[in-house]
């Protein structure tokens, strides 16, 4: 009896610890999810860990056990001295992927993580009403200076583009090759089957005079549909090819692209367009894996003509660096697309854009006068930025725009007298010695800054010039253009995501009430939702400003 009692009393322990154990690991892991559900989930170069994918997974979407999203690290501009540092030299940039991106994560409840916020392409996502080209230009330019509404001491100035508009009977034939990943990964709504109705979606808005052919890669790569006209009977073999795609296997990529740009070869335009549109949600994780092969052959080939466009679907597997270098390397463009209506916006709203090349390798070089600016900085286009040799070298590449593109950029200006805090070096002791940097008494005083800009036609090698003085006449912001307020509002939201040190006085109310004042025409509705993805930002972060722009 004494044993059995024994055995019944350790028997009691052991139960005791078990539970005990379970109820703390429970409780260690209610408190782990608890902490992690306001914030993003994802892998940049900061953190290339994968990680678990409860907030970033669309809400049709299947569980994910791992995240395996990748962003290459943004370093943020900052302000640089115009004393030593005069000219500033970048590339254009018509890619929106970021801010369809953004809006996912935000819809689904989390904050981005801040290297998915490039904020040029957030300014880029919207359209602005600037004036058409004139004369032989292909696009025209446009500038504005007003104040600086997240820091009262500085000017903002507004450089906009706007490319020439073709109508749809004036469009070239097109030559479209659609390259289409159906791996294992591409197995979800938000995937594959948003990848079929988005293309449809194209195909129903391309002439009896356009081609398409479909190549597939997954486990092996294939030409599902060789390149077929988009008269009435190639339509419906077009669409009977997208509906029967089928997603399994693992990714190569690499195969695939060869083989979609040899059908491209095989049925050439000449002055046509020629395009491959790569739509994958971004995972090359097996075949033809040299990254340094892979560019060179995208490069190679937008030598030949062919360029290429990248549309990036799905969550948790997108690896958002390699589909935005691969696109600049094909001199093409690249979009996330998160719903059908961004579909319709991509392929069909402005397909001329995403389709025609009408400039390509344009570089933008600004001058600053250094009577009128003491330090100035770039609003974005962290990895377009180029040294300043090479905006006279035809040589280098440069982002291309489309028909009816519109391309904006931002400086932020500390004009001269203003209180600046930024760091400069010694002065100089063999440079300029017996000249003075005072120019207020030349004939340029009063020009705040220069804008250069070189482009090249679609088939040219030699690049033309266009040069605009900007004039440093500012004007009160309530009299800026709702161009000017409202992308200055989508740049501080942008930096609000990022958590930039250079936010001076910006909060998501203020954003608010500026992106609101500067609506205008709103055909879409996109300036409204703009406005409703801003006050998730403003519930979801814990860590804003007290005082608003």
Not at 12 to 31: D, M
Not at 149 to 164: F, I, K, Q, S
Request: proline share 4%.
């Amino acid at each position: 009896m004494k044993t059995t009692s024994s055995r019944v009393y350790v028997l009691a322990l052991c139960l005791t610890a078990l539970l005990f154990t379970a109820w703390g690991c429970s409780k260690v892991e209610t408190q782990r999810m608890e902490r992690q559900r306001p914030a993003s989930v994802v892998s940049t170069t900061r953190d290339a860990a994968p990680m678990d994918m409860e907030m970033a997974v669309a809400p049709l979407a299947p569980a994910q056990e791992f995240n395996t999203e990748q962003y290459d690290r943004i370093d943020e501009n900052g302000f640089r001295l115009v004393s030593h540092a005069p000219l500033s030299t970048f590339s254009i940039d018509v890619d929106t992927a970021s801010y369809s991106n953004l809006r996912r994560f935000l819809n689904n409840g989390a904050m981005p993580p801040p290297d998915a916020v490039r904020i040029e392409e957030m300014i880029n996502y919207f359209s602005y009403d600037y004036p058409r080209p004139q004369g032989d230009d292909p696009f025209s330019v446009s500038t504005e200076l007003g104040p600086c509404p997240w820091n009262e001491e500085h000017l903002l100035v507004h450089v906009g583009l706007r490319g020439l508009d073709i109508e749809a009977g004036d469009r070239p034939d097109s030559n479209l090759v659609f390259l289409l990943d159906v791996s294992g990964s591409m197995d979800e709504p938000n995937k594959l089957p948003l990848l079929g109705r988005a293309l449809r979606l194209l195909v129903d808005n391309l002439d009896e005079d356009d081609r398409v052919a479909i190549v597939v890669y997954a486990g092996a790569s294939g030409l599902v549909l060789d390149s077929t006209q988009c008269d009435e009977d190639g339509r419906r073999d077009i669409l009977a090819a997208l509906d029967e795609l089928e997603a399994g296997g693992s990714t190569n990529g690499g195969e695939g692209i060869e083989l979609a740009y040899q059908v491209a070869a095989e049925h050439y335009i000449e002055n046509g367009i020629n395009r491959v549109i790569l739509a994958t949600d971004g995972d090359f994780n097996v075949g033809v894996t040299n990254r340094g092969d892979l560019t060179r052959l995208i490069e190679d080939k937008a030598e030949s003509g062919v360029f290429l466009t990248v549309l990036g679907f799905g969550a948790g597997n997108l690896h958002d660096a390699t589909m935005e270098d691969l696109s600049g390397r094909g001199n093409g463009n690249y979009a996330y697309i998160d719903t059908i209506t961004e579909a319709r916006r991509v392929l069909v709203e402005q397909m001329g854009a995403t389709l025609q090349t009408i400039a390509q390798d344009v570089k933008i070089q600004v001058e600053f006068n250094p009577a009128e600016v003491q330090a100035y900085r770039l609003v974005g286009y962290e990895n377009r930025l180029l040294s300043d040799e090479d905006f006279n070298n035809d040589d280098v590449d440069a982002g291309d725009i489309g028909a009816g593109h519109t391309v904006t950029a931002l400086y932020e200006i500390v004009p001269t007298g203003a209180d600046f805090e930024g760091h400069g070096v010694d002065p100089l002791i063999y440079q300029n010695r017996g000249h003075s940097s005072d120019t207020s008494g030349s004939d340029h005083s009063g020009e705040l800054m220069t804008v250069k800009l070189r482009y090249k036609e679609p088939e040219g090698e030699t690049s033309s010039l266009i040069t605009q003085a900007v004039a440093n006449e500012s004007v009160e912001l309530a009299e800026t253009s709702n161009a000017f307020r409202f992308s200055a509002a989508v740049a501080a939201l942008g930096m609000l995501l990022r958590d930039s040190e250079h936010l001076g006085n910006a909060g998501y109310q203020a954003v608010i009430d500026l992106a609101l004042d500067a609506r205008g025409r709103d055909e879409y509705g996109r300036r409204a939702e703009f406005v409703q993805l801003v006050r998730l930002a403003r519930d979801l972060d814990q860590t804003e400003p007290e005082n608003g722009i």
